[in-house]
């Protein structure tokens, strides 16, 4: 949770992100690393991005996380509510 809070509140402080959502549940994570089947518990930090900020914002995840190779999936969106788009475009401005 330490380490979701400080890449959360990094990437917001420097206008990288909008908002950042931290699921408070942890998820169990079966995957595979180095040629064996890992688990681990993780949480999930979801941040809200433009696609111009898109390269910045994963060089700091990557410089602040942990991970050797950190989770960074870009989800494009078709749409939204026409306030919160726009609220995302100011606060990203």
């Known amino acids: 949770m330490a380490e979701a809070r400080k890449i959360a509140k990094a990437v917001v402080g420097k206008r990288l992100a909008a908002?950042?959502?931290i699921l408070c549940g942890t998820a169990e994570s079966v995957y595979w690393w180095k040629g064996k089947v890992e688990t681990g518990r993780e949480r999930l930090l979801l941040i809200k991005t433009s696609a111009?900020?898109?390269?910045?914002?994963?060089e700091e995840v990557r410089r602040l996380h942990s991970y050797d190779v950190p989770e960074f999936l870009v989800v494009e969106v078709a749409g939204g509510s026409r306030d919160?788009?726009?609220?995302?475009?100011?606060?990203?401005?």
Do not use: I
């Open 19 to 21: 908002c950042a959502n």
């Open 52 to 58: 111009k900020k898109q390269g910045r914002l994963e």
């Open 84 to 93: 919160y788009v726009a609220w995302l475009a100011d606060v990203l401005r």
